[in-house]
């Protein structure tokens, strides 16, 4: 009898006991994580193919300005056809307190109805700059002087451009010139080209 109850009982204490002494812990973690502020803070869209006004921006340069720059530019037209070129400036800005590596830009290029359609692009970088002195660079080249001033193999005429990846320090920028020609296609489609910066911390 004894060698029936003793192990019973000791089953029934030990059940006690971890019934008793056992109890869910939750931790709380804050995780602080540190993001990039390399934006797009201004651009530009120069063609002489149309007018301003069939070249869609999202954002605009009004919500830019008031978002103080975008990690994303979408670039939209009805007005595709073959042989239809743009170049696309973009100044680059590091907002954050942080030295950042730039990389190249994800470019993605779409045309609807996409038969046949084809393109070619380059892309020059220019910088870094502290300043102002990205004038020559970027805010002088204008929709009356770009076919003068950029060339789409070479980028601005007499400027030698930078590799990326590079290094900008905060308040730093750097601006990137992106040339696309459309080669072949239907004699009209629509283009959609999304543009987003591709950076990390240093």
């Not at 451009?161 to 920028?173: A, F, T």
Request: with cysteine; net charge neutral.
């Amino acid at each position: 009898m004894a060698a029936i109850l003793i192990p019973a009982m000791i089953i029934s204490v030990a059940s006690y006991a971890y019934a008793h002494w056992t109890d869910s812990v939750y931790k709380k973690y804050k995780l602080h994580a540190k993001c990039t502020y390399t934006k797009i803070k201004t651009n530009k869209v120069l063609t002489d193919w149309v007018d301003d006004k069939y070249i869609k921006k999202a954002p605009s340069d009004e919500e830019l300005s008031e978002m103080d720059g975008s990690y994303a530019l979408q670039i939209s037209t009805n007005k595709g056809c073959p042989g239809f070129d743009v170049w696309i400036g973009m100044m680059l800005h590091n907002q954050g307190s942080l030295p950042e590596r730039v990389y190249p830009l994800t470019f993605v290029v779409q045309a609807s109805p996409p038969n046949g359609v084809s393109y070619e692009a380059s892309n020059f970088t220019y910088g870094i700059f502290s300043g102002g002195e990205f004038t020559d660079y970027y805010a002088h080249i204008t929709r009356s002087n770009f076919r003068e001033t950029l060339d789409p193999d070479t980028g601005i005429i007499g400027k030698t451009p930078i590799d990326l990846p590079v290094i900008i320090e905060p308040c730093q920028k750097i601006v990137i010139w992106t040339y696309l020609k459309f080669i072949d296609g239907q004699s009209k489609f629509n283009i959609q080209i999304r543009i987003a910066v591709n950076s990390e911390l240093a």
